[in-house]
């Protein structure tokens, strides 16, 4: 049940290997293993959306997923290619204060404007219902998904 196991994936478009335990999460591994700690570890079960990653094109949380379940796959993290405009628009329109939600939120706009490039108050609304931000009232980061939108 805990041994320890050797996994080979792609992130951010380059070949990387982790030596991980196998109850380990992908979140983990990512921050503590594979020098990416963009991905911010805030609940581990799944509540605030911090450590969003795109998991083979899908939004998941990357503190649900073990490591080893990632062996073989494609993750794109916050510190990955393509969030730069969604970066930008969070910080124009005033949305990130502490900023620790900031990177959850910035992949899960990117992956919401991939799918719905022009999403409408609802769609947005679902979209990132699943990331917690306890500074901002979320009037702002709803601007910023609006601005990046226009903008993408
Ligand atoms: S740390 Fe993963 S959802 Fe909160
Ligand atoms: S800016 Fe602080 S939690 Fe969102």
């Known amino acids: 049940m805990h041994g320890r196991v050797k996994i080979s994936l792609t992130i951010n478009g380059e070949r990387r290997e982790a030596d991980v335990w196998e109850g380990e999460s992908l979140l983990f591994a990512l921050r503590e293993r594979l020098g990416l700690p963009g991905s911010k570890n805030a609940c581990e079960q799944g509540e605030c959306g911090s450590c969003s990653v795109i998991l083979d094109g899908e939004l998941v949380c990357a503190c649900l997923v073990l490591a080893a379940q990632a062996d073989g796959h ?4 916050v510190e990955g290619p393509g969030f730069e405009h969604v970066q930008q628009a969070f910080v124009e329109a005033g949305a990130v204060q502490c ?3 900031t990177p959850g939120l910035v992949v899960a ?5 991939k799918q719905t490039p022009d999403p409408n108050e609802d769609e947005i609304r679902e979209a990132l219902s699943g990331n917690l931000c306890r500074c901002t009232g979320y009037a702002k980061i709803f601007d910023a ?3 990046a ?3 993408a």
């Open 74 to 77: 494609e993750v794109v993290t």
């Open 145 to 147: 998904v609006r601005l």
């Open 149 to 151: 939108a226009e903008r």
């Open 99 to 101: 900023g620790f939600c």
């Open 109 to 113: 706009t990117a992956a919401l404007l």
